[in-house]
């Protein structure tokens, strides 16, 4: 008996090393069309009928160990087309099948976006995810952004239904300014890096960056209320593979490139090229750090003008813009299913600009409406932007843990030329030059983690800090003015606020942000039910210092222009001139900004068709400015605090149509504060006689939000939608241009009484194989935005001194109803894609970009004269796209192909007409670029 088991073992036992031994393989790669055959992480294969499966790894990669036979292999993605294919298994035999999936259909019932392998920069996922959520928002990530020729972050939400980008002034959504807007980072508040604008520009933002933007143009709780155009949430990019790439790039601008450039000396050097100039500009060390009334030394004044520091400037030709991108991910993958990357990214690049056109500014006279300030404005720009983001993430079963830290430094070099009539003279040689730096560094840090607290995840908890801090500087931005008298010579003389220097800076001494979030998952289907319960909150201290330094002496003279100083050192020497502090007490403001949110959201699925989304937010905002007017230098502070409380609610609806549409209802309630340097209590002079007058007083807007929408989803690549939007907002704070008797034309802000603005968007997006089979390789995309905007004009405004003291005033407007500052009636957005292969590996995308808006408010109109408007602007721009190869990839771009004029004129429709024959008020054209970026994968 023992014997007759050892034989059934034995024999048992070779059985199955023969049929493991006669066994054969499967194994392949599948790419993703969508991504020019990119590898396709994390996809599903089946054979048919059986529960045999695998998944393909970070590389692509699956195998599969089967016995002989015929098999049915399927191939699957979410939001990809299922493939099936029939193979045929031999003994001891290896088959390789790969295959490539492409976006196909999807049901409202399939998996979330997160079983996709967590892959959220496709287009078909951030489809699908826009399909699936709740609540009104729209993403772009990294794969329409490549393909559609974008270089940085503000350039790809212009491909977003209701955006438009307006050169250095930011983002406007919906025909609101940057000032209704507000940035999240990894969802924690971010500051921005300049007082002017409300966020950072995001421009700054390199793709490589970046994995995806979500935009929310409706309000939930979880975001901060200070929202009223856009919250525009950056999920930095987190290592899916291993991988290293370095991108290289060289572009020309017509008019702009290889042309004779003016720069300034600090500038003209190895550490300006690389964007690391302005540390010799900087406010001499002796002056201190309080503001005095000294005047220079004689020694003092010659070091002033030393070296890189006097109002020299170099002749130059432009060089080719240029661009430098490396970028470096690793992925381990650990026991127990936890994998641990990190990602560094650093770029570089430059821009070198000329902007030619007039400038013109208008005098209010009784009889009539003249320019005080008609030039031939040319302005030579050199921008250097450095970047760096480091990247760390662990992830674990129930624990997710990132470290990022992001650095942005940019500098701005520029130099303006002024030519004509100015301040009210006749002179058509009138010439003013200025000559400078905005400079920038910005440096984030964040820590994220998110955890389940029990093993069916149905309870986690997240939560998040950062820190930044920030710098702004003008260092040294300093200008002359005089006759021109030759190509290169200027007739001019000392004092009288000529060759004056400004020094400002604004310090971001500390910016902190925080969220905790707890989620709970509850009720039948699946935990269909979810409530949220968190609090956010940030805070920051901020303190600038803005600094004259005039010029003491009353003879003129006549001197090159780019070469003044020789000049200026002559006269110091001889005591014919010198330098003097002219700063008064309100050089010195700081700004303590503090705003905490507890909130709780519930989302409740009732049976298959209806989803609600109802929360509230309670959210407190304070605000305390501290200057000092027009007393002594170490006079108290005076301090105006603001200090609101907000009861936000929010809600969205969805109805679920049918498999493939949605109707969506949101309503909401929010605020606005206004930016920085619009409330700032400082006058930013020019050397034109124009300014900036920031306007303490301002009241924070109330927002009142409405959304309807229908949205069609025919396919994982294809949806068209038709939306309607409302507001009413309550105290909008508006740009307007009032007359000041010693600085000439003011630029301020204002609150009016109230505005109403509603609308209709349409978005297009569509496969063209519909029309035609054979176009079947393209595809359309088409957004369009049609506004009507009117605002109240309250009958009284408040105004208030550089003493503080504030009066009521009648109102200065000129028209007391009309459009919203900054909002267009119209605006379009379009692309075109074609993608084409030359071989297997060598695949190609084309793609054709457009967008235009429509005729807006710059500035309002007061004191009888109407506002200033903002024209079209028409953008082309076509982009090729090829992967040449597993390792090389080329891009080719060509932008702003119409060449529109960008155009200011001023409205002739006031109570006191424009009395000149032309009603341009600024203008230039930016170029046709031709860029051209090779990159390479190790």
């Not at 807007?181 to 007082?195: C, R, V």
């Not at 200070?226 to 572009?251: E, H, L, M, P, Y």
């Not at 300034?264 to 190895?270: G, I, K, L, P």
Request: aromatic share 10%; net charge neutral; charged share 20%.
């Amino acid at each position: 008996m023992k014997f007759n088991l050892k034989f059934l073992f034995i024999t048992l036992f070779i059985c199955t090393i023969s049929i493991a031994q006669n066994k054969g393989t499967i194994s392949g790669v599948l790419t993703d069309k969508e991504t020019n055959n990119e590898v396709l992480p994390f996809a599903n294969i089946l054979i048919k009928g059986t529960n045999i499966s695998a998944n393909t790894d970070i590389d692509g990669k699956y195998s599969l160990s089967v016995n002989p036979g015929n098999y049915t292999l399927i191939f699957s993605f979410v939001g990809y087309e299922s493939v099936e294919k029939a193979i045929t298994v031999k003994a001891n035999e290896t088959i390789t099948v790969n295959q490539v999936l492409s976006a196909g259909g999807y049901t409202l019932k399939d998996v979330v976006v997160k079983s996709a392998g967590g892959n959220r920069e496709k287009e078909t996922a951030l489809l699908l995810e826009q399909k699936n959520a709740v609540v009104i928002k729209q993403s772009i990530g990294a794969q329409e952004m490549s393909r559609k020729g974008v270089n940085d972050v503000e350039e790809g939400l212009t491909k977003i239904t209701g955006i438009t980008k307006v050169d250095s002034r930011g983002i406007f959504v919906r025909g609101l300014e940057d000032r209704y807007n507000n940035l999240l980072i990894n969802d924690l508040a971010a500051p921005s890096n300049s007082p002017f604008t409300k966020i950072i520009a995001l421009d700054l933002f390199p793709t490589n960056v970046v994995g995806v933007i979500d935009v929310y143009k409706t309000f939930n709780p979880n975001i901060y209320g200070d929202f009223a155009g856009g919250t525009f949430n950056i999920q930095t990019s987190k290592a899916t593979k291993s991988i290293t790439k370095i991108n290289i790039g060289a572009g020309y601008t017509t008019g702009n490139s290889l042309k004779d450039f003016l720069l300034s000396s600090d500038a003209d050097t190895s550490t300006g090229f690389l964007g690391f100039n302005g540390k010799d500009r900087e406010l001499p060390g002796f002056l201190g750090n309080q503001a005095t009334r000294q005047t220079f030394t004689t020694d003092q004044a010659l070091n002033s003008v030393s070296g890189n520091k006097g109002f020299n400037v170099s002749q130059t030709k432009s060089p080719l813009n240029s661009s430098l991108n490396l970028l470096h991910a690793e992925k381990f993958n650990l026991s127990n299913d936890r994998t641990l990357s990190y990602l560094l990214s650093i770029n570089y690049d430059n821009n070198f600009a000329i902007r030619e056109g007039v400038d013109r500014t208008i005098d209010l006279q009784s009889s009539g409406s003249k320019y005080i300030n008609n030039f031939i404005t040319t302005e030579y720009r050199f921008k250097t932007t450095n970047s760096a983001l480091v990247g760390l993430n662990y992830n674990a079963d129930r624990l997710k843990l990132s470290f990022n830290t992001l650095y942005i430094r940019t500098n701005l070099n520029s130099i303006k030329d002024q030519q004509g009539p100015s301040s009210g003279t006749a002179a058509e040689n009138g010439f003013i030059r200025t000559n400078q730096l905005d400079k920038s560094d910005y440096l984030n840090g964040q820590l994220l983690g998110e955890y389940a607290l029990t093993k069916d995840k149905n309870q986690t908890i997240k939560a998040g800090a950062s820190y930044a801090i920030t710098k702004f500087e003008q260092p040294d931005r300093k200008f002359f003015t005089g006759l021109k008298t030759g190509d290169d010579l200027i007739s001019t003389s000392y004092g009288g606020n000529n060759f004056l220097r400004q020094y400002l800076t604004v310090d971001g001494n500390s910016f902190y942000s925080a969220l905790v979030e707890y989620n709970l998952k509850f009720g039948k289907n699946d935990k269909q039910n979810k409530l949220t319960v968190g609090y956010n909150g940030s805070g920051s201290k901020m303190e600038s210092s803005y600094r004259f330094i005039a010029s003491t002496g009353n003879n003129g003279f006549s001197s090159s222009i780019n070469n003044i100083d020789t000049q200026i050192t002559s006269d110091i020497s001889a005591n014919n001139m010198s330098f003097s502090e002219n700063s008064n007490a309100t050089y010195k403001v700081k700004l303590d900004e503090m705003a905490n949110a507890g909130y709780a959201n519930l989302f409740l699925k009732f049976g298959e068709k209806v989803e609600v989304n109802a929360g509230i937010r309670f959210e407190s905002a304070l605000k305390e400015t501290h200057y000092r007017g027009l007393g002594t230098f170490d006079a108290p502070f005076k301090i105006l605090k603001y200090d609101n409380a907000y009861f936000l609610p929010s809600l969205n609806l969805k109805y679920l149509l049918s498999d493939t549409a949605n109707i969506r209802f949101a309503a909401s309630k929010t605020y606005t504060k206004p930016v920085i340097m619009e409330a700032f209590p400082i006058s930013f002079i020019n050397a034109d006689g124009t300014s900036t007058q920031g306007n303490p007083i301002l009241k924070n807007s109330d927002n009142y939000n409405f959304d309807l929408k229908y949205e069609l989803f025919p396919t994982a690549k294809e949806m068209i939608a038709v939306g309607l939007f409302g507001k009413h907002i309550i105290n909008p704070i508006e740009k307007t241009f009032i007359s000041n008797a010693t600085t000439g034309t003011v630029t301020t802000f204002l609150n009016s009484e109230s505005a109403n603005l509603y609308g209709i968007e349409a978005e297009l997006l569509v496969g063209l194989e519909r029309v035609s089979e054979s176009l079947g390789s393209f595809s359309w995309g088409l957004n369009a935005t049609l506004m009507s905007s009117k605002v109240t004009v309250s009958p009284n405004f408040e105004s208030i001194d550089e003493d503080g003291i504030i009066t009521v005033k009648p109102s200065i407007e000129t028209h007391q109803s009309r459009s919203l500052q900054g909002a267009s009636n119209w605006l379009v957005n379009s692309d075109l894609k074609y993608e084409f292969n030359f071989s297997n590996e060598w695949s190609n995308t084309v793609s054709l970009v457009y967008g235009v808006f429509g005729k807006r408010i710059y500035a309002v109109g007061t004191n009888g004269q109407d506002h200033v408007y903002e024209l079209p602007v028409q953008q082309l721009d076509f982009v090729w796209g090829s992967k040449v190869s597993e390792h090389f990839d080329v891009k080719f771009t060509a932008d702003n192909i119409l060449n529109s004029w960008r155009k200011r004129e001023f409205g002739n429709n006031g109570t006191l007409k424009v009395d000149e024959e032309s009603l341009l008020a600024n203008s230039y054209k930016k170029g046709i670029g031709f860029s051209l970026k090779l990159g390479y994968t190790f």
